[in-house]
């Protein structure tokens, strides 16, 4: 049956030996047999055990011979083992039939598992003496064949039974092991010297211009980290603090205000969206100006093609932080959303030609945000803004607000911050309803209509609810597989083309729409306003014609695009690539 089974593996290089008389199958062991007297019930036994044990040893376990694990070309070279000299002279000296029992002590009736994991039947006593378990002798010759493996088979034996599995010991580097967020959990028992990947600083040099948000003008004010109390309008001024709210900005009328559309993107760009980019940012969709429309991208660091990315930065968009591992992050501390957050930055700016003061903010992946911990990293690491937080009041909707004082609003997704951070800036999100009166944060997470029409009349919707009462900034934020949809993509293109043909209509990254609620600029004058320009010499040029790096990454190879030098090591949280970075050592 055995014999059977395994001849319907096809792709089995290694067939079980039958159990014949010929003289092509004899080895040492049958030719000693042979020469015993006729078998007794108790040699029966014996037989049999070493029946079972030679074919538990050809069974589809685990093995030591593994190509990936131990480098092996050819499973098929190895030579046929011989018995060993302890079970040689063993039987050498069987006279009688009493003379078994010293076979049976040697050759104990196996289960299955029991060469791997130790027996599990609990008939038989822990042995007391030091005889080791390696009872298959095609075992033993497997390890001498393979210097370094250790020598004792049985889990039973070994030092730390649970640290051991298999073959191989922990220590292997097949074996590292990362925690929920990527990193590679260090072994406290090792040291942690250079020859480990993970430990390289790295070999891209990145220029430390030190971020800084808009100086503010007036230094009174709360202090940061101070438990945060309401706002009123006479403590928090424009254009260093504003109270969060519906109110127009600058006391302009409502027709007197231009109507700016914050478009962006969420998560990494690659050859996946690449096309979709294109498409979306033609060169005949202009603002009023004559300026191409912008949008700011949250990229995420894995799968990100930092060719593309620095091709969108050239052309006038903003890049913005979305994280390097893209984790929930309620439960992080202020030093995992500094490495997470300041690290994308770093590797935006190494491999991506991005400046560092030019990332500004940030979001939270799945708009999990992190509470105090988070706000207070945005706070020392001098970023800008984060734009997280949903607001579920939308009629009339609001405008952006500084963490100066208390939020105004409720806390959708909890933990917020419940203290002060003065100059750090909120692009809240506006929910949205649906056509079936629903709610939601980003537009791609709405019930979407099944047509083209559908999706278009469910934008204007929700775009002229802003238009046509204070003309807060509207935001359109989406993942891009949102677009592999057809008709979603067709009607979001329709509603696109629809606003730029408007006069005071504005598609604007959150960082020009934050300039503008700093110094609230009226529509009549808009056209002269300095960050809606489009002057982008001092940026890297489009990057088309990328290297490729490949990296070891996860038990992989990553091959990350870029048109600046190719790191060392797979940049990750902890280990970004960058070798003066002043986020890796914290």
């Known amino acids: ?66 190509t990936v694990t131990h480098g092996a070309n050819n499973r098929n070279s190895l030579k046929k083992p011989e018995v060993p000299d302890v079970i040689s002279e063993k039987i050498d000296r069987i006279e009688t039939v009493e003379d078994i029992d010293i076979v049976e002590d040697v050759l104990p009736a196996l289960q299955f598992g029991d060469v791997l994991f130790g027996s599990r039947t609990g008939g038989k006593e822990p042995r007391t003496d030091d005889t080791p378990l390696n009872n298959s002798h095609l075992e033993k010759s497997l390890l001498e064949a393979y210097p370094g493996v250790p020598t004792v088979l049985d889990d039973s034996q070994d030092a730390d039974p649970i640290d051991s599995f298999y073959y191989v010991n922990w220590e292997d580097p097949i074996y590292d092991q990362f925690d929920d967020y990527g990193e590679r959990i260090a072994d406290s028992t090792t040291s942690s010297g250079d020859s480990d990947p993970a430990n390289r600083k790295g070999s891209v040099w990145i220029s430390h211009k030190i971020p800084q948000r808009p100086s503010k003008a007036n230094k009174a004010g709360p202090r940061a980290e101070e438990p945060a109390t309401p706002c009123t309008k006479q403590k928090c001024r424009l254009p260093d603090c504003r109270c969060g709210g519906s109110d127009i900005p600058g006391n302009l009328t409502a027709r007197n205000t231009p109507q700016l559309v914050v478009l962006t993107f969420d998560d990494s760009v690659n050859d996946l969206n690449k096309r979709l980019y294109e498409d979306i940012f033609h060169t005949s969709r202009k603002n009023p100006n004559g300026c191409p429309i912008a949008a700011t991208f949250y990229v995420s660091h894995e799968w990100t093609d930092y060719g593309l990315v620095q091709s969108l930065y050239s052309d006038g968009h903003e890049i913005a932080s979305h994280s390097i591992s893209h984790s929930f992050g309620e439960q992080f501390s202020k030093k995992k959303w500094l490495k997470e957050m300041a690290g994308q930055r770093e590797i935006l700016s190494g491999f991506a030609g991005i400046k560092l003061e030019d990332v500004r903010g940030i979001r939270a992946p799945f708009l999990a945000i992190g509470g105090n911990n988070m706000f207070s990293m945005l706070f020392e690491a001098n970023f800008t803004y984060d734009s997280s937080m949903p607001i579920y009041d939308n009629r009339p909707p609001s405008f952006p607000y500084t963490l100066d004082y208390k939020i105004s609003h409720d806390c959708m997704i909890p933990p917020c911050p419940n203290k002060a951070y003065p100059g750090v800036w909120e692009i809240p999100l506006v929910m949205w309803n649906d056509l079936k009166d629903g709610r939601c944060s980003m537009a791609d997470a709405c019930s979407n209509p099944p047509n083209a029409e559908g999706v278009y009349y469910m934008i204007m919707k929700n775009f002229q609810r802003h238009y046509n009462t204070n003309r807060a900034p509207f935001g359109l934020s989406y993942h891009p597989a949102w677009f592999t949809t057809p008709h979603h993509k067709e009607g979001f293109e329709l509603f696109l083309d629809t606003i730029i043909s408007m006069e005071d209509v504005w598609v604007v990254t959150a960082w020009q729409a934050l300039q503008w609620m700093r110094d609230p600029t009226p529509l009549s004058d808009i056209h002269n306003f300095k960050p809606f320009q489009c002057e982008y010499k001092d940026r890297p040029p489009r990057c088309d ?33 960058i070798a003066n970075s002043l986020v890796d050592p914290l």
């Open 1 to 66: 049956a055995i014999d059977s089974k395994k001849d319907d593996k096809s792709k089995s290089n290694r067939m079980p030996r039958k159990q014949n008389n010929s003289n092509n199958n004899n080895n040492k062991q049958n030719d000693i047999l042979d020469i015993l007297p006729k078998p007794t019930s108790r040699e029966s036994l014996v037989v049999e055990a070493e029946e079972q044990e030679e074919l538990l040893a050809l069974s589809p376990l685990p093995s030591i011979v593994s």
């Open 545 to 577: 014609k990328p290297k490729v790096c490949n990296l070891w990454h996860k038990s992989g190879v990553r091959y990350m695009r870029t048109c600046q030098e190719c790191p060392e090591i797979y940049p990750w949280t902890g280990r970004t690539g």
